[in-house]
Antibody
Framework: QVQLQESGPGLVKPSETLSLTCTVSGGSISSSTYYWGWIRQPPGKGLEWIGSMYYSGSTYYNASLKSRVTISIDTSKNQFSLRLNSVTAADTAEYYC?????????????????WGQGTQVTVSS | SYELTQPPSVSVSPGQTASITCSGDKLGEKYVSWYQQKTGQAPALVIYLNNKRPSGIPERFSGSNSGNTATLTISGTQAMDEADYYCQAWDSSSVVFGGGTKLTVI
């Protein structure tokens, strides 16, 4: 079955750029059925969606983060990536990548399944 | 922006039925998904398209969505069901998560 694995630095300095990659195995990132998304969870808090991208380039972003976020896809490596610039301590969180299913609705992608195990990112000098 | 509201906590006795609600304006017109997150683990999908169960999810998990409220119901709750539960919907080209509900089995 499809598995996702996040990778990237666990520590980022304030004002710098957070960069994470999600590697997809067991399935193609170029499938027409799915978007590919990033979700984060600050310590002790709830889930916050960051954005989702289709293999062709169509992208949805959380409006509150849109000015600082870029999601990209590398179909040759079956990977997608997150870049979040000008980070502050408020960006400290567990970051998850997940497959975002596009079936069942014409309005947009619906559910996330499966999820990666998550990677902790701390913003500190 | 669209908001989904969940109770912060719900308690249930083993073997009883737990109901976790998720409220939002005209939520019944949208599709709702539910996720279970156990301590130290990534979230896992338990309900999608309001009432569909993914493969491997026990039949005791069910969902409904009508009016302004979606409900996740766990029948015959077991100790292993103790976790945080999040609802999620799609609105205006954006994903929205509820704040989460901590289910305690006591």
């Amino acid at each position: 079955q499809v598995q996702l694995q996040e990778s990237g630095p666990g520590l980022v300095k304030p004002s710098e750029t957070l960069s994470l990659t999600c590697t997809v195995s067991g399935g193609s990132i170029s499938s027409s059925t799915y978007y590919w998304g990033w979700i984060r969870q600050p310590p002790g808090k709830g889930l916050e969606w960051i954005g989702s991208m289709y293999y062709s380039g169509s992208t949805y972003y959380n409006a509150s983060l849109k000015s600082r976020v870029t999601i990209s896809i590398d179909t040759s490596k079956n990977q997608f990536s997150l870049r979040l610039n000008s980070v502050t301590a408020a960006d400290t969180a567990e970051y998850y990548c997940a497959r975002h299913d596009n079936r069942g609705s014409i309005s947009g992608p619906n559910w996330f399944d499966p999820w990666g195990q998550g990677t902790q990112v701390t913003v500190s000098s | 922006s669209y908001e989904l509201t969940q109770p912060p906590s719900v308690s249930v006795s083993p073997g009883q039925t737990a109901s976790i609600t998720c409220s939002g304006d005209k939520l019944g017109e949208k599709y709702v998904s539910w996720y279970q997150q156990k301590t130290g683990q990534a979230p896992a999908l338990v309900i999608y398209l309001n009432n569909k169960r993914p493969s491997g999810i026990p039949e005791r998990f069910s969902g409904s969505n009508s009016g302004n409220t979606a409900t996740l119901t766990i029948s015959g709750t077991q100790a292993m069901d103790e976790a945080d539960y999040y609802c999620q919907a799609w609105d205006s080209s954006s994903v929205v998560f509820g704040g989460g509900t901590k289910l305690t089995v006591i």
